[in-house]
């Protein structure tokens, strides 16, 4: 995964240390820095700080799960907009 900083550098990251995983592959972020890492058990982990090298904790115990909380998420967010949609 390629990050640019704000001076424009060039900063390369990939995994991940997590518990007593062997590294995790970074896959995604929540866009608020927080990361999102999948390890070879499956099981997904987020970082507890906005941070590549702060401590993880596990999101979901597969990807499956994982995805399915984003859904979840997402239909949530749909329904609170269309609840504070004001007419005209």
Request: net charge negative; aromatic share 10%; proline share 3%.
């Amino acid at each position: 995964m390629v990050r640019y900083a704000e001076e424009d550098e060039r900063v390369e990251y990939g995994s991940v240390r997590a518990d007593d995983e062997p590294p995790a592959l970074v896959f995604a972020g929540d866009g608020g820095g927080h990361l999102f890492a999948v390890a070879g058990s499956g099981r997904v982990w987020r970082s507890a700080t906005a941070s590549w090298s702060g401590a993880f904790e596990v999101a979901a115990v597969s990807i499956q799960e994982f995805l399915e909380q984003v859904w979840r998420s997402m239909l949530h967010g749909q329904a609170r907009r269309a609840v504070n949609r004001r007419p005209g």
